[in-house]
């Protein structure tokens, strides 16, 4: 999926054990809510693909409950405190965050508040694939209200989003894995 050139980052870092992959389920230690093989986690139609770990390539489902909402976060967070240079890939081509349950829309920007500060330090880029006009605006206003925080653009195509990932984990790279 990426360009040819080194990778800022471990991809088999990213996975999970193989002893968690065995347990069945209602065995302690396994979660009946989400699961996770081989880096990839889903919950309630989100996938979380850190297979291409720094690389995190997330679909969003064409709907969005709130409780599903704040466990991907969760999910984010953990990436986030066992890796560095995270590249995040959103892709947002079958949810729609203008016809989102209001109380979704509300409460989003708090939570991505209460993890901002778990994910700056290990985030390099945000790129998110909205193939709407007016969504990408709607995401724009969202970056708006939840302030600075690392670089983030929205792109009708995921192969523009791509190579604009691929700028960033360069100058990542020319920068000492510092993003600048």
Not at 5 to 29: Q, W, Y
Not at 105 to 128: G, K, N
Request: with cysteine.
């Amino acid at each position: 999926m990426l360009a040819s050139g080194p990778k800022v980052g471990s991809a088999r870092s990213c996975l999970v054990s193989s002893a968690d992959k065995t347990k069945p389920e209602g065995v302690p230690g396994r979660s009946s809510v989400a699961e996770m093989v081989e880096g990839v986690w889903e919950h309630e139609g989100f996938v979380v693909d850190a297979r291409e770990c720094p690389l995190i390539v997330v679909t969003f489902p064409a709907a969005v409950e709130l409780e599903a909402y704040e466990k991907v976060f969760e999910e984010y967070a953990r990436l986030a405190d066992a890796h560095r240079n995270l590249a995040w890939l959103i892709d947002f081509r079958a949810f729609n965050p203008i016809t989102a349950p209001a109380k979704v829309r509300y409460a989003s920007a708090e939570v991505f508040a209460r993890y901002r500060d778990r994910l700056l330090p290990s985030t390099l880029c945000e790129a998110r694939v909205v193939e709407s006009m007016l969504a990408r605006g709607v995401l724009t206003a969202f970056d708006w209200i939840t302030g600075t925080k690392w670089p983030t653009d929205n792109f009708k195509r995921q192969d523009d989003a791509m190579r604009w990932i691929r700028s960033w984990q360069i100058r990542a790279e020319i920068a000492g894995g510092r993003r600048e």
